[in-house]
């Protein structure tokens, strides 16, 4: 039995992030942005998202690949 004190129970929405036509609505709920945005690339969204999860797991910022060019790349180089 109510005692009319019923409280209205607020359910809050989740935020709807929303994307151009054709963009990563991942990427702009990530970053503002996606590599389909005039300006950007998609070497930036990828390298966003690298650093998005190395972050999240509280790893180094050691970069994603070798610092040294290979042997093959300096074949490549040196033929070229």
Not at 40 to 59: G, M, S
Not at 61 to 67: F, G, L
């Amino acid at each position: 039995m109510s005692d009319g004190t019923d409280e209205l129970t607020v359910v809050e929405q989740p935020k709807l992030h929303v994307a151009p036509p054709g963009h990563s609505r991942a990427g702009h709920r990530a970053f503002g942005w996606c590599s389909r945005c005039p300006g950007r690339e998609v070497w930036e969204e990828l390298l966003a998202w690298r650093q998005r999860d190395n972050q999240a797991i509280d790893e180094t910022p050691t970069p994603d690949r070798v610092t040294v060019p290979s042997r093959e790349a300096e074949k490549v180089s040196a033929d070229g």
